[in-house]
């Protein structure tokens, strides 16, 4: 991420804490003068290990390179305390973001880059959903697209979430000045990743129960599943489990199927 040396002496907090998924470049006049990153204790070790050179003669080498990526891995894989940020500071970053960023109830949540598993299944997807919603007032779409949705009742948070793949309908009269989609998605479906199963089991589960989404799919590429939650009056009204070959069918779009195994 690049920022201008003015919004660092305005925000620095925010930048503080962003440092923390990633390295943070601040410009003056258009040129990169200092990079803001996080301090580990393996920043620590390395410090320690040139004063152990000299006073030892202690080969440094022997100790691991800070690596500022592994920090946002270890944030997302290990579910740790997550940045915490108002919407219009998380607007302002992720406008100028590298990484894909989620921001649910207040937190941030970085995406990892999914792996051929993952992508088989948004591609074979998206194809037959293409094809289904052929002729119908509805269309496919997949990530990266931001989806803005309020919970019920509760406007203290703005949600932004990217699922893998979503089906909308009348899209154009949902969509602003910006070209951005402020409507609420009839299905929506996420593509389990290592690491990435709590956030799309619960935490998105809730959120889209909640936000007026119709339905869900969970799919789990490595163990050839998937779960299906039919949403109404904001709440989980019905389920279904599919399994290895199994043919898995939209419940509110009859003959809308997939098979995750093939």
Not at 163 to 189: A, F, Q
Request: aromatic share 12%; charged share 25%.
């Amino acid at each position: 991420m690049k920022v201008t040396s003015t919004d660092i002496k305005n925000s620095f907090g925010k930048y503080l804490r962003l440092c923390s998924t990633e390295p943070v470049y601040i410009t003056k006049n258009g040129e990169i003068i200092a990079k803001l990153l996080n301090h580990t204790k393996e920043d620590e070790i390395i410090e320690n290990s040139a004063n152990l050179r000299q006073v030892f003669d202690v080969d440094a080498s022997m100790y691991k390179a800070y690596d500022p990526g592994r920090v946002a891995e270890a944030m997302e894989v290990y579910n740790l305390s997550r940045v915490q940020m108002t919407y219009e500071e998380f607007k302002n970053m992720n406008e100028e973001a590298n990484n894909r960023y989620e921001y649910i109830d207040g937190e941030v949540y970085m995406l990892g880059s999914p792996n051929v598993y993952h992508q088989r299944i948004v591609s074979r997807f998206h194809i037959e959903t293409d094809r289904y919603l052929t002729g119908k007032p509805c269309d496919v779409f997949v990530s990266p697209f931001d989806v803005t949705l309020l919970r019920r009742g509760n406007n203290k948070f703005t949600n932004i979430v990217q699922p893998d793949l979503l089906v909308i309908c009348n899209w154009k009269e949902d969509t602003n000045e910006s070209g951005r989609y402020m409507g609420i998605p009839r299905l929506l479906v996420e593509v389990l990743s290592p690491g990435n199963t709590v956030k799309e089991m619960f935490t998105k589960l809730d959120l889209y129960r909640d936000s007026g989404v119709e339905e869900y799919w969970v799919i789990d590429p490595l163990r050839g599943n998937a779960i299906l939650y039919r949403f109404k009056d904001y709440d989980i009204v019905e389920t279904k489990a599919f399994n290895g070959n199994d043919q898995c069918e939209s419940m509110i779009y009859p003959g809308l199927t997939f098979r995750v195994n093939e």
